[in-house]
């Protein structure tokens, strides 16, 4: 199902109910699919920290700056 942004501001509460029984809604802006209507659901997987874990190397010196670069950054230059 396809409505304008006009029709689905006046018929959320219709539209949220279609979405929950299993229909797909489509919001279009100028006749053209904008967005899309889902509902809500719950992250059933919890976050796992640590899982890219030596896939992402940052390089010893990334927190050294040199003076000049943080003059130019103070604008100092």
């Known amino acids: 199902m396809q409505v304008n942004m006009h029709e689905a501001k006046s018929q ?3 539209l949220g109910k279609k979405v929950w029984e299993g229909e797909t ?6 006749g ?3 967005l899309d209507l889902v509902p809500h659901r719950e992250n059933i997987t919890p976050r796992k920290p640590g899982r ?11 927190d050294k700056m040199s003076l000049d670069v943080i003059a130019g950054f103070e604008g100092e230059l």
């Open 25 to 30: 809604v489509v919001i279009a802006k100028a």
């Open 12 to 14: 959320l509460s219709k």
């Open 52 to 62: 890219l874990t030596g896939q992402i190397m940052i390089a010893e010196d990334f």
């Open 32 to 34: 053209k699919p904008y």
